[in-house]
């Protein structure tokens, strides 16, 4: 695993004992999906994958298991999984480049139950031609359903990629009754 800037500030924190960086806090939430990894730094949500999620963040040393910081995530996720919350009211810090963070911002534009393809997206970006670019993006999303990213299909309407596994992607629009049958 490749660390990034802000892991790598905090592998040496945890060497040097340097309390200007947070040590990651962690918990695993149970869903009707299965466990959901949540991380963060104690103030806002920076992680959340599914069980089986092709890229599961391996657990570091200087991880601390806390699930206090991440109560009303839990809660917001139970009335989601309730149909009782479309839209989630969390403070996130997903690491990533600024392109990345501008589809991650437009995701969460995208109504619950709706759907779009990633063409659409890249327009609402303001480049119609990047949507391969604008499905990378999407697909290193490292926050699941708060950051919905299953809201994104393919132009012809087919359910394409999800770290999650396809199942979990149609289970999410058909909970959400984007997808009918």
């Known amino acids: 695993m490749t ?4 892991e790598l500030r905090q592998a040496v924190a945890a060497v040097t004992g340097d309390p200007q960086t947070p040590a990651t ?7 009707p999906i299965g466990e959901l990894l949540l991380f963060g730094d104690g103030t806002a949500l920076q992680g959340l994958y599914m069980e089986s999620h092709e ?8 991880w601390i298991w806390d699930e206090a910081p991440f109560k009303t995530a839990i809660d917001q996720l139970h009335a989601y999984f309730e149909r009782r919350r479309t839209r989630f009211e969390l403070s996130l810090a997903p690491q990533g480049t600024l392109f990345q963070q501008r589809v991650w911002a437009a995701l969460q534009e995208i109504p619950f139950g709706v759907t779009i393809s990633y063409g659409e997206l890249a327009t609402r970006l303001g480049d119609p031609k990047a949507s391969r670019a604008v499905g ?27 770290g999650g596994g396809l199942d979990r992607k149609e289970w999410l629009l058909r909970h959400e009754g984007a997808l009918l049958l």
Do not use: E, F, M
């Not at 660390?3 to 802000?6: P, S, Y």
């Open 3 to 6: 660390l990034g800037k802000r």
């Open 25 to 31: 806090r962690y918990c695993i939430a149970p869903s």
């Open 55 to 62: 890229v599961w963040p391996q657990k570091q040393p200087d």
């Open 136 to 162: 990378l993006a999407n697909g290193r999303n490292p926050i699941s359903i708060i950051v919905p990213c299953h809201r994104v299909i393919g132009a012809n309407g087919n359910l394409t990629g999800y």
